[in-house]
């Protein structure tokens, strides 16, 4: 019986998204997206309005030493200029996009709860400074951050503009990991850390989403699906100029330690780690490689015919 009415229930939910869908669909909360550069079934209204969800303009940090947090709660984090800065999920699920600056370099950084997506870029363009809204739409169940400047909207992965005057562009990446806080403050001690202190009251102490992770259930539909992973299986994926490769996680966790690949000719060493469930790239000199992640079913949905990075059979533990 519980089970009828946790179907019945399930079903509810999707008929009421689907229904907030297609009511917002009809001024898509006024940005224009005549001319969408993509399929128009993959977009959809979110169900809140633009800035519904508040983008982080002002970001406070305290130092690691002084942030108390379990060791397995998961942070995003960066290295700009030799400085560190973690940013916990427990924040980023509130707010989606965290406009920052370090130095002299604005970045921001797009955590996408529905779609898994996490990316950073830096936030320049035409060589200027631009910030970054959420605009309460979503494509492929992904955040579509938009530009204050031009209102063009944005793909969390892959950083390009695919409606709006800047269609077509696409953001310079920058290294970004989701990791746990113990790995994170062990590697970077002396880095900073985002605090809840965001003049926004929301309970940050709360998940929103943790029931969402834990299932194979979307909140919106898309197209195409694929039962090859799980849906919410989490993906590297490598983008070399036009190509794209993804690595999900269970993949990856068939190699014990750092491997290469390549694309196109260039060598990249992947580092799995399990415990952690993160991954960092680094290119033939070392430096870190620009590798968001996302969940199966929204990278495959917009990217059905990209090459999917599979262990090989020596690799993998048999059962």
């Known amino acids: 019986m519980r089970g009828t009415a946790g179907r019945w229930l399930a079903a509810g939910l999707l008929l009421a998204l689907g229904t907030v869908a297609r009511a917002g669909a009809e001024d898509w909360n006024g940005f224009d997206v005549s001319n969408l550069a993509l399929p128009p079934a993959g977009l959809v209204h979110g ?4 800035n519904g969800i508040p983008a982080l303009t002002a970001p406070k940090f305290k130092p690691v030493g002084e942030v108390s947090m379990g060791f397995e709660e998961r942070v995003v984090g960066v290295v700009i200029n030799g400085l560190a800065r973690a940013y916990p999920r427990a924040v980023l699920v509130w707010h989606e996009v965290v406009n920052d600056r370090i130095g002299g370099q604005p970045f921001v950084i797009v955590y996408s709860p529905l779609s898994g997506a996490v990316a950073s870029y830096r936030a320049s363009l035409d060589g200027q400074a ?18 204050q400047g031009s209102e063009s909207l944005w793909l969390p992965v892959e950083g390009t503009a695919i409606a709006g005057p800047r ?15 113990g790995d994170w403050q062990q590697r970077y001690p002396q880095g ?16 929103p989403y943790a029931d969402y992770m834990a299932n194979s259930e979307l909140r919106f539909a898309v197209e195409p699906l694929s039962d090859r992973y799980h849906p919410k299986e989490p993906v590297l994926v490598i983008i070399d100029a036009d190509s794209y490769r993804a690595y999900p996680f269970v993949e990856l966790a068939a190699h ?12 990249y060493t992947i580092e799995f780690s399990y415990a952690d469930q993160s991954v960092r790239v680094t290119d033939a000199k ?10 199966w079913f929204a990278w495959h949905a917009g990217h059905p ?15």
Do not use: C, M
């Open 167 to 181: 269609t077509g562009q696409r953001l310079q990446a920058i290294p970004a990991v989701e990791t746990s806080w």
């Open 286 to 295: 070392g430096q870190p490689v620009a590798s968001p992640t996302e969940y």
């Open 305 to 319: 015919k990209a090459r999917v990075y599979t262990a090989p059979a020596k690799d993998k533990p048999t059962r």
């Open 192 to 207: 900073e850390v985002l605090i809840a202190d965001t003049g926004h009251d929301r309970p940050y102490g709360r998940d």
């Open 130 to 147: 631009v910030e970054f809204g959420v605009s309460g739409l979503l494509y492929n169940s992904g955040t579509l951050a938009f530009d």
């Open 47 to 50: 169900g809140q309005p633009r």
């Open 256 to 267: 014990d330690a750092p491997f290469t690949d390549r694309i196109n000719g260039t060598p």
